[in-house]
Nanobody, 123 residues
Framework: QVQLVESGGGLVQAGGSLRLSCAAS????????MGWFRQPPGKEREFVAA????????YYADSVKGRFTISRDNAKNMVYLQMNSLKPEDTAVYYC????????????????WGQGTQVTVSS
């Protein structure tokens, strides 16, 4: 089992940047593909980005492609989401998730979830 704790959320103006971090503990971190999801107010949880076990492959939702970057550091058991050019529609609770197999954007494929961190983008 793996435990996930997100951090780095906050309030930012439109056009600004934030970097989210997810710290993992438990079983070998490098054995998991990792993903970021978000849940806007009143909406369902949606896929944002995913990274493979080695970090060699990444996958993004169209809505964030070119603005967000997912990365991981297996030596530190960390995964990151660099968010640039933020928009008010990026406002959501952001969740880190771990998958034992590559699940891409399919949230049902993720086995473990963090508690989330709030990101609010003001216009």
């Amino acid at each position: 089992q793996v435990q996930l704790v997100e951090s780095g959320g906050g309030l930012v103006q439109a056009g600004g940047s934030l970097r989210l971090s997810c710290a993992a503990s438990g079983r070998t971190f490098s054995s998991y593909a990792m993903g970021w999801f978000r849940q806007p107010p009143g909406k369902e949880r949606e896929f944002v980005a995913a990274v493979s076990r080695t970090g060699g492959s990444t996958y993004y939702a169209d809505s964030v492609k070119g603005r967000f970057t997912i990365s991981r550091d297996n030596a530190k058991n960390m995964v990151y989401l660099q968010m640039n050019s933020l928009k008010p529609e990026d406002t959501a609770v952001y969740y880190c998730a771990a998958s034992e197999v590559w699940s891409g954007g399919r949230k049902e494929g993720y086995d473990y979830w963090g508690q989330g961190t709030q990101v609010t983008v003001s216009s």
